[in-house]
């Protein structure tokens, strides 16, 4: 169960959002938003085909971070000239893999798409070990 959802950081830069969403669609959400305000301070119209981009980078690095990395523990947004910055953080020390397309007896594995498609769309992918354990991955994604 998540006991925060968006919070507008005091001393970030406007535009910038920290939430710690229970489930994909949440973190997408904030993206949305996130992006939308951008759009909206600027006067700039949004290009639909990149958000999709970044979306589906944040609902794969989100979902990885639930399914493979003990829950997301942090979640930020930023929205800059380059693009949209996302960083999801999680429990585990585990690096990210690109898995197998076959499992060894030369069967089609289910699934293991999620970080592929994370380094295909993202211009700049960055995975740092935390402090206190686990890691944060941001991945920044072409807007404008």
């Known amino acids: 169960m998540c006991d925060e959802h968006m919070i507008e950081s005091v001393g970030e830069p406007p ?24 759009c909206r ?4 119209p949004c290009d639909t085909d990149a958000l999709s981009d970044a979306l589906l980078v944040t609902s794969e690095l989100t979902t990885n971070a639930i399914l493979h990395g003990g829950g ?3 979640f930020q947004v930023d929205v800059d000239d380059p693009g949209v910055r996302v960083s999801v ?11 197998p397309r076959t499992d060894p007896n030369g069967r ?9 498609i994370v380094c295909r769309l993202a211009r700049d992918v960055r995975v740092s070990d935390l402090p206190s354990g686990g890691k944060c991955i941001t991945a920044v994604v072409p807007l404008f």
């Not at 953080?89 to 898995?99: G, I, K």
């Open 72 to 74: 997301v523990t942090d």
């Open 41 to 44: 301070a600027t006067h700039m």
């Open 89 to 99: 953080s999680d429990r585990s020390d585990a690096l990210p893999v690109t898995a």
């Open 15 to 38: 535009g910038s959002h920290r939430a710690r969403p229970c489930k994909p669609a949440e973190a997408r959400r904030a993206v949305e938003l996130a992006v939308a305000e951008r």
């Open 108 to 116: 089609m594995r289910h699934g293991g798409h999620g970080w592929p």
